[in-house]
């Protein structure tokens, strides 16, 4: 399903002006179930987007995850957040770089085995390299772009103990930026922890979200409002002919 606009011509100026768009029609989504850690993701992202049509599949799901990414929908966004399970097949990242690189939609990537060179496919589409991961008690995390609106009310980065020897990965950027934040007190290369992919919208993360301990909530809705408005960014000046050619 394409974006939804309330469209308004000025028929002098030959201008468009677009009122807020409406909520993703279809949202798929992959979580991870370890200790209930990632038991938030689903049920902020009914909040966020109340009139949002939700498929979601655990973790343990990949592959329907992925057959749904494939030839379910058409979806509106795509979130896959695992904690537990990992895909080994890299024809399943290559699937989620396919889906990606179509801009069929906001996508937000994090996988608790992303510094090993199967998610490559997706990581290089998502603009950043990662080959080594961080182990629990995790470095302190840090807000490196505080006025970014993905930590609009994020206060503290901390952990929980998630119950896995992998807790987060330290990102080097190629093509994606900004990274909001990162494993260092100020911004450094090959230290990133969330970033906006080259499409800016997209969100990948060597941050485990679903680790966080105070507001996850707030922080899992950040993310979301900031790839759905950047998705439906305003359309420039056009004619309502090349305005209805954009989203046919």
């Known amino acids: 399903m394409r974006k939804i606009f309330v469209i308004t011509v000025a028929l002098l100026c030959g201008t468009a002006a677009l009122a807020q768009a409406a909520d993703p029609g279809k949202i798929l989504v992959c979580y991870g179930i370890l200790g209930g850690y990632g038991s938030y993701f689903v049920p902020t992202i009914k909040t966020t987007f109340p009139k949002s049509a939700v498929t979601s599949y655990t973790d343990n799901q990949i592959s329907a995850f992925v057959s749904a990414l494939k030839t379910g929908g058409p979806w509106d966004m795509a979130l896959y957040a695992t904690n537990n399970y990992r895909s080994l097949n890299t024809s399943d990242y290559q699937a989620m770089a396919d889906w990606y690189n179509k801009k069929r939609g906001p996508f937000f990537f994090n996988d608790w085995g992303m510094h090993y060179s199967l998610e490559n496919p997706i990581k290089s589409a998502m603009g950043v390299t990662c080959t080594r991961r961080l182990t629990m008690p995790p470095k302190p995390h840090y807000t490196w772009v505080a006025s970014h609106p993905i930590c609009k009310g994020i206060t503290s980065w901390t952990y929980g103990n998630a119950g896995v020897g992998t807790a987060g990965h ?5 093509t994606a930026t900004p990274a909001v934040t990162g494993w260092t007190a100020t911004s450094t290369p090959g230290q990133a922890g969330i970033c906006v992919a080259p499409d800016k919208h ?19 809705a950040n993310i979301l409002n900031f790839m759905w408005d950047g998705y ?6 056009a004619s309502l002919g090349k305005v209805k050619a954009m989203y046919r």
Do not use: A, F, M, R
């Open 232 to 237: 439906n960014v305003g359309v420039e000046p």
């Open 170 to 174: 330290p990102l080097t950027l190629t």
């Open 202 to 220: 997209g969100v990948i993360s060597g941050y485990k979200i679903h680790c966080k301990l105070v507001s996850v909530q707030t922080l899992y």
